[in-house]
């Protein structure tokens, strides 16, 4: 399902971009109006706003549904450092392992314990 879904995505955006592409701009207009281009276009002369504004506006919607889909698939197999699914909860106890009591590691020394240089050297 996810792979459909990132085919779908990939393709919509390259489907995007040519439309974006094929659209003008709002100066394009006035230049035209001026004569220093040819005011007929292949969609008439009202020009393709229109249609192409829809189906663009039609794609980024679709767009965004894929990408959050995508996004809600990504955060259900994520997994913390340890391996572990992560689960809903409280983010210090989530997913991580006990540590054990007993243990024979010393603590890691104060800063109080630590050797101090003397300033200027």
Known sequence: ???????????????????????????????????????????????????????????????FVTSLSLAVYAKSQSKNMFGIPLEDG?????GLPELPTDSKVPPAPVSSDLPVAPAGQ
């Open 90 to 94: 409280p983010a210090e106890t989530q």
């Open 1 to 63: 399902m996810e792979t459909l879904v990132l085919v779908v995505h990939i393709l919509i955006a390259i489907f995007m971009i040519v439309l974006i592409m094929l659209q003008q701009g709002k100066g394009a207009e006035a230049g035209a109006s001026f004569g220093s281009g040819a005011s007929g276009t292949v969609f008439g002369g009202a020009g393709s706003a229109g249609f192409l504004t829809k189906l663009t506006a039609g794609l980024a919607l679709l767009f």
